[in-house]
Nanobody
Framework: VQLQASGGGLVQAGGSLRLSCATSGRTFTAFSMAWFRQAPGKEREFVATITRGTGSTYYADSVKGRFTVSRDNAKTTVYLHMDSLKPEDTAVYYC???????????????WGQGTQVTVSS
């Protein structure tokens, strides 16, 4: 599956953004989808995931209560709605797809190109 992330930008602390990840192919429902992020000089870290089937969601502690991951199977798109953004949320955000459930990057074999999110203080 091919992934195309969009929606990043510059926002003030406390603001909101919604990222989108459009996918190609007709097997979207076979994949669990996730968002990861990578800040300069840091390793890529898990942000949120939504499973195939039940659409259960899981979040990193650092974003729990502020970010919401969702998916629209008809549009084969996954979203990340980010509220109450903080400067430490600044990173390149990547969407990823996996046929299994997990929160580690090595379980995801399809990745989007990344979209930059910058939160100013």
């Amino acid at each position: 599956v091919q992934l195309q992330a969009s929606g990043g930008g510059l926002v003030q602390a406390g603001g909101s953004l919604r990222l989108s990840c459009a996918t190609s192919g007709r097997t979207f429902t076979a994949f669990s989808m996730a968002w990861f992020r990578q800040a300069p000089g840091k390793e890529r870290e898990f942000v949120a995931t939504i499973t195939r089937g039940t659409g259960s969601t899981y979040y990193a502690d650092s974003v729990k209560g502020r970010f919401t991951v969702s998916r629209d199977n008809a549009k084969t798109t996954v979203y990340l709605h980010m509220d109450s953004l903080k400067p430490e949320d600044t990173a390149v955000y990547y969407c990823a797809a996996s046929r299994t459930f997990g929160v580690t990057a090595n379980l995801f074999d399809s990745w989007g190109q990344g979209t930059q999110v910058t939160v100013s203080s």
